[in-house]
C-alpha cells in the first residue's frame, strides 16, 4: 500500500510539475510582450486572463474530454485517459492566473528598471534581461501560485485522466476514490502527503527568494 | 554637442508638455530650472535621447538621433546618461550597481570593480563599498546612482535634482566631484530648483515654464530676472 502512495505522490508531482513548466513556457513571454507593448490585443487577453482565472476546473476537463473524447475532433491524437492529457489539462487551466499576475509583475518592474537600464546605455534586449532578474523573486512566487492550483485541482484529472490505477492517478483522485469508498483513513493520509508537498515546496521557495532579494 | 531643434513633447498625444524648444548642450554645467511641472524633467529625458520628441529633432554631433537605424543608436547612446530624481538601485551589493553600466559596454569585471572603486573613494563614500543595496539610506542611495553614473565618464551627464536628498558635506563633495568632471570635458545638464546651486555652479541657466523655454544665459541674468 506505502509503495502505491509514494508512486501516486511521485506521478502527482512530476504531472504538476510538467504542467507547470509548459504553461510558463507560453505565459512568461506573452505577459513579457503584453506588458511591454501595450497594444489593444494584449490588454483584451489580459482582461479575458483575468475573466478566466478563477475558471471552474471541471470546466476546463470537460471542454478536454469532448476535445479528446472517440467522437471529438481531436480522438486520433489519442490523449484521452493518458497523464499527458492531465498535463496539458493542468497546463491551460493555470495560464490564465500565470499570464494576469505575471502581466501585473512584469508592469510593475518594467515602468520601474527599463527606462533606469537605458539611461544606463543597456540595449533593449540587456533592458529587458535586467526587467526578468530583478522581478525574479516575484516571478517564482506566482510560478509556484500556478504549480499549488495544478496540484490541488480534480476535475480535469479526473475527467481526462480517468483515475486508472498505476497510470493516471494522482493524489487528489485517490483521495475522491477513498472517499467515495467510505476508506476516510486512506483519504486522510493521501490528504497530509498533498498538504507535505505544497508545503515543502512553498518553503523551498521563500528560502531561495530571500537568498535571491539579497 | 547636443543640439535640441524645435522640439515637441507629449506623454498623451493630445497636450504638449513641451513645446517648440530649442537648447545648445554644448560645454560646462548647464542648469535647468522652472517651477514644479514646467516640463524639466521631460526637457531632460528627451535631450537624453530617452523620450522620442513628437516633432522637431535631437542632433548629437550633428546626427539626427532618432533618424538612425535602431542598431546604430546604441553607440551615440551611450556617450549620454542620465540619471533620475528617484534613485533606482538594482539587487545585490553597491558594487554590483556601480558596475552595471560598465559590464553593459564589456568592460572586464576586475576594471569594472577597480573603476568602481576609484570612483566612490573620489566621492569620499568609500565606506558605501560593502553594504547592500536595498540598506541604505535615502541620501546613500542617491550617492550610488550618482556614483553609477560617474562611473561610467559619460561625454554628457544629464542629472534630475541630484543633490535632493544630501546632507550638506554630501553635497559639497558631489558639486566639487560635478566641477571635476566637467572641467574634464564633460558636459553636465541638471535640473534642479536650488537657484544657488544653478547660480554657483552652472555656466548658463535655461529657464523652463509651462513647457518653453522662456530666459536662457549667464546665472545672473537669468535667475535676478
Redesign the interface.
Known amino acids: 500500500m506505502y509503495s502505491e502512495i509514494i508512486e501516486i505522490s511521485f506521478r502527482s508531482l512530476l504531472i504538476s510539475s510538467a504542467a507547470t513548466l509548459m504553461a510558463l513556457s507560453w505565459s512568461l513571454p506573452i505577459s513579457y510582450m503584453i506588458s511591454s507593448r501595450q497594444s489593444r490585443l494584449g490588454k483584451m487577453i489580459v482582461s479575458i486572463s483575468n475573466a478566466l482565472v478563477s475558471v471552474p476546473t471541471v470546466i476546463v476537463g470537460l471542454f478536454l474530454y469532448m476535445l479528446f473524447s472517440r467522437k471529438g475532433p481531436l480522438s486520433v491524437v489519442g490523449l484521452l485517459y493518458t497523464p499527458q492529457a492531465i498535463v496539458l489539462g493542468e497546463s491551460l487551466l493555470i495560464t490564465p492566473l500565470l499570464i494576469s499576475l505575471f502581466h501585473d509583475v512584469f508592469n510593475e518592474y518594467r515602468s520601474k528598471y527599463w527606462e533606469m537600464a537605458i539611461s544606463l546605455g543597456a540595449t533593449f534586449s540587456q533592458a529587458a534581461a535586467l526587467v526578468v532578474r530583478e522581478a525574479m523573486p516575484r516571478l517564482v512566487t506566482v510560478s509556484l501560485i500556478g504549480f499549488g492550483r495544478a496540484i490541488g485541482e480534480l476535475g480535469v484529472a479526473l475527467m481526462v485522466g480517468g483515475n486508472i490505477k498505476g497510470y493516471t492517478r494522482v493524489l487528489t483522485t485517490s483521495i475522491a476514490l477513498e472517499v467515495s469508498k467510505g476508506e476516510f483513513e486512506e483519504a486522510l493520509m493521501l490528504g497530509f502527503i498533498l498538504l507535505g508537498i505544497v508545503f515543502t515546496i512553498v518553503v523551498a521557495v521563500r528560502l531561495m527568494n530571500r537568498v535571491l532579494e539579497r | 554637442m547636443i543640439e535640441v531643434k524645435n522640439v515637441y513633447f507629449s506623454y498623451n498625444g493630445v497636450s504638449d508638455v513641451l513645446k517648440d524648444i530649442s537648447l545648445r548642450i554644448d560645454k560646462g554645467i548647464i542648469g535647468i530650472v522652472g517651477p514644479n511641472g514646467s516640463g524639466k524633467t521631460t526637457f531632460l529625458k528627451v535631450a ?1 535621447l ?1 523620450y522620442k520628441p513628437r516633432k522637431g529633432r535631437v542632433l548629437v554631433d550633428g546626427i539626427d538621433f532618432w533618424n538612425l537605424d535602431v542598431s546604430k543608436r ?1 553607440s551615440i ?2 556617450k549620454i ?4 530624481e528617484k534613485p ?1 538601485l ?3 551589493s553597491v558594487v554590483d550597481n556601480l558596475i ?2 560598465l559590464l ?2 564589456g568592460v572586464d569585471r576586475d576594471k569594472a570593480l577597480k573603476r568602481a572603486v576609484d570612483c566612490l573613494k573620489q566621492m569620499e563614500v568609500e565606506y558605501l563599498l560593502e553594504k ?1 543595496a ?1 540598506n541604505l539610506s535615502a541620501g546613500e542611495s542617491q550617492l550610488v546612482s550618482l556614483a ?2 560617474f562611473v ?1 565618464d559619460p561625454q554628457f551627464l544629464f542629472l534630475d535634482e541630484p543633490l535632493a536628498n544630501l546632507d550638506f558635506k554630501k553635497r559639497k563633495n558631489v558639486l566639487c566631484f560635478l566641477r571635476r568632471l566637467a572641467d574634464n570635458r564633460t558636459v553636465i545638464v541638471i535640473a534642479t530648483h536650488d537657484q544657488l546651486i544653478a547660480s554657483t555652479y552652472a555656466e548658463k541657466v535655461v529657464h523652463i515654464e509651462e513647457g518653453r523655454v522662456v530666459r536662457v544665459g549667464k546665472p545672473d541674468d537669468v535667475l535676478t530676472f
Open positions: 537624453s530617452l546604441i547612446k551611450r546618461v542620465y540619471v533620475h533606482i538594482i539587487r545585490g552595471y553600466g553593459l559596454r547592500s536595498k553609477r553614473a561610467l
